[in-house]
T-cell receptor
Framework: SQQGEEDPQALSIQEGENATMNCSYKTSINNLQWYRQNSGRGLVHLILIRSNEREKHSGRLRVTLDTSKKSSSLLITASRAADTASYFC??????????????FGEGTQLTVNP | EAQVTQNPRYLITVTGKKLTVTCSQN?????MSWYRQDPGLGLRQIYY???????DKGDVPEGYKVSRKEKRNFPLILESPSPNQTSLYFC?????????????FGPGTRLTVT
């Protein structure tokens, strides 16, 4: 079963606008990670937020985590055409003893139009 | 350059013909994992390895085998491929010290089984 579910499935915006993607999950987590995938390529890690954190920033990325609602959001500010990609959230279940198994959602396809 | 490599990148084969997809990382990572990515299903973990000679099943292990004889290599073996194993496969690695770290992904192997 899918742990992380992204919303929306697809998002199309103009360059310069902000893009917000959401992720919901079902179980208690140790941490949540966001990855980016360019078409046909491998995934690239963007940011990790731990269950005791509420917000994290990295450059133009801002991630929030609400463990009471079991949801996270990824905000990309001042988007660029080069941000066009699929974005995935992935969770590590708190019950996972190894703490190393990631469960991915199906992703949000972001298109940034020049 | 730190990287995860996979070979081959593309493979078309016939049902029942054994094949191996190699994965190698040069970052001295303990943890390695295989995923398959299918439309509408996201990424699903096939097998993972916490260290040399330590492997475990992921969410969809049926029809696959793995081995971890050396730290850097983690081959994926399909003893008798079937058309439902047509997919995009990714190998990933990360540090593993009891805490989840970001995963580094290979470029992917697109497998078609006819």
């Amino acid at each position: 079963s899918q742990q992380g579910e992204e919303d929306p499935q697809a998002l199309s915006i103009q360059e310069g606008e902000n893009a917000t993607m959401n992720c919901s999950y079902k179980t208690s987590i140790n941490n949540l990670q966001w990855y980016r995938q360019n078409s046909g390529r491998g995934l690239v890690h963007l940011i990790l937020i731990r269950s005791n954190e509420r917000e994290k920033h990295s450059g133009r990325l801002r991630v929030t985590l609400d463990t009471s609602k079991k949801s996270s959001s990824l905000l990309i500010t001042a988007s660029r055409a080069a941000d066009t990609a699929s974005y995935f959230c992935a969770t590590v279940d708190v019950l996972e003893a190894s703490g190393s198994r990631l469960t991915f959602g199906e992703g949000t396809q972001l298109t940034v139009n020049p | 350059e730190a990287q995860v490599t996979q070979n081959p990148r593309y493979l078309i084969t016939v049902t029942g013909k054994k094949l191996t997809v190699t994965c190698s990382q040069n970052m001295n990572h303990e943890y390695m994992s295989w995923y398959r990515q299918d439309p509408g299903l996201g990424l699903r973990q096939i097998y993972y390895s916490m260290n040399v000679e330590v492997t475990d099943k992921g969410d969809v292990p049926e029809g696959y085998k793995v081995s971890r004889k050396e730290k850097r290599n983690f081959p994926l073996i399909l003893e008798s491929p079937s058309p439902n194993q047509t997919s995009l496969y990714f190998c990933a690695s990360s540090k593993n010290r009891g805490s989840p770290y970001e995963q580094y992904f290979g470029p992917g192997t697109r497998l078609t089984v006819t």
